[in-house]
């Protein structure tokens, strides 16, 4: 299947059983344009919207009853998260699988991968509740306030139960994600995530009948509602088309081949996700140390925060779905042009909330303060607006982390993100820890040290992509490549080289060790 011109019709992968998987009417006019990656970002976007709407209003209804509540409430709910990450991660990445699998034209290959994850889900699930009684020991050790630490210990003891529903669900809306049904996984989180947030009012304040249970009914609606999206995506899986097509029946049992790739893979994605999420989450810790308002000042500028990065999370789930799809296709100049699509797409989006969050911070706290008191919320609301500054320069640089890590995640290039959080999150959370603990550095000391270490991420897996080791990798199974895939120039695909491995020469038909050198973004090999 030799590919030598620089401009292709797509493919249509045609599967065992006779169907074929064929690109959509906007794959195929332009593959990689901004129609082609909207239609698969934009319900993922919708997705991590009413996860942010859902994660603002969460914090905001704490904030109305208990500013306590929602000074705990962050440091406990990333202590969980934290936890979470490795078997999260796993999960996550099944949907680079799923992808490739069907831009090969394997679906049979596809049930086997998706409940390897949800299997996943279920083993953790009582690990999570062992970590139940060891909760209150995890905040003492922090060292908060001590009106903080039975809310925070509270709140982590009820997300514990709802630990296996998130691996599992992040397993199971892969299937669709990878995919390209994006829409389905789009209605599912927001039918879930709006019960959360009526549950939210209900449960925080004692409405229609309900006891007032405070950041407990926090905790509470966020369980029931990620077991809410796990039943509905498993009734929406059960017909007998999906059983037939993607062998679900054959696919429950233990597959050592997925589940061997898988943690080849995605166990560097989960060990990145828990190095990554640990930092931030001891960076909170490190704030919590300084005193309750610069706790509460930070958890209000990262929640304010979310309403800009959440929807990145979206696009470069959908950039990883992409470059999996197209590299399953063998088409990995339109996967890069599609990664370049989404972050100019990113861009027009981030803008102007960047913009906003300078010159216009109140737009964003006016809803944080209804419910309180001026004289409580105005100290916050003066260091918030501070902090939002950084948080306006640190978000641009997000964007590129996010958009370029997601793209070389979705082609295989797993250690690399690895690698490079082990090396930055620990040297900045030194930085933090030394310049407080020994140099009186405060609260900006710790956010200016954060915003450098997205600035020096983003700029990092830009370069990595492109030098363009990514687009040689596959995650699948080499058996299930002809003997005739190649890439363009002739080149063998590298399948089960070292995530960091040699790129194929252009031209050649051999597989260099020299990578190739990094292309200015609008460069039209590339872009």
Known sequence: MHQEDSVREPQSSVEPDGAASRPTRAESSNPSGPRAVLAIALPLIASTASMTVMNFVDRMFLLWHSP??????????????????????????VN????????????????????????????????????IPLAPAAFDFAGHDEAVRPLET??????????????????????????????????????????????????????????????????????????????????????????????????RQIDWTVIRRLFRYGGP????????????????????????????????AFNVNSVAFLPMLGMGLAVSTIVGQQLGRNRDDLAARATYTALWLTAIY???????????????LFPHAVGTSEVDFEPLRETTIVLLRFVAVFCLFDMLAIIFSSAIKGAGDTFFVLVVNLILPPLWLALGFVGVRYFGGGL???????????????LVFMLRFWQGGWRSMRVIEPDLLTTDDKLPG????????????????????????EPAAPRPVGDPAVA
């Not at 306590?68 to 990333?78: C, I, R, S, V, Y």
């Not at 640990?278 to 909170?284: D, E, K, N, P, R």
């Not at 981030?350 to 964003?364: E, K």
């Not at 900006?444 to 983003?458: A, E, F, K, P």
Request: aromatic fraction near 12%; include cysteine; charge should be negative.
């Open 68 to 93: 306590l509540e929602m000074a705990a409430a962050m440091p406990a709910g990333l202590l969980y998260f934290t936890l979470l990450c490795f078997p999260l991660g796993l999960a996550s990445y």
């Open 96 to 131: 680079t699988f799923v992808a490739q699998y069907h831009g090969a034209g394997r679906p049979d290959r596809i049930g086997a991968a998706v409940w390897q994850g949800v299997r996943l889900g279920l083993y953790c699930t009582p690990l999570f509740l062992l970590a």
């Open 154 to 251: 509270l709140y982590l003891q009820i997300l514990c139960i709802s630990s296996g529903a998130v691996i599992m669900g992040a397993a199971l809306s892969a299937f669709y994600t990878g995919r390209g049904q994006t829409g389905v996984v789009m209605i599912v989180d927001i039918v879930a995530n709006g019960v959360n947030i009526v549950l939210d009012y209900a449960w925080i304040f004692g409405l229609w009948g309900f006891p007032e249970w405070g950041i407990a009914g926090a905790a509470w609606a966020t369980t029931f509602s990620q077991w809410l999206k796990v039943g509905i995506f498993l009734a929406l899986m059960s017909s007998s088309s999906h059983r037939r097509e993607y062998h679900f029946e054959r696919g």
């Open 269 to 300: 994605n989960g060990l990145q996700m828990l190095v990554e999420m640990g930092a931030i989450t001891l960076f909170i810790f490190l704030v919590g140390r300084l005193g309750r308002d610069e706790l509460t000042a930070t958890n209000l």
């Open 350 to 364: 981030a803008s102007p909330l960047v913009i906003a969050y300078v010159a216009t911070p109140d737009l964003f």
């Open 444 to 458: 900006i000391w710790c956010w200016i040290v954060i915003t450098i270490w997205v600035v020096v991420g983003g």
């Open 490 to 513: 002739g080149a063998d695909i590298d399948v089960d080289r070292d995530r960091s491995g040699p790129r194929a020469i252009e031209g050649t038909g051999e597989l260099g060790d």
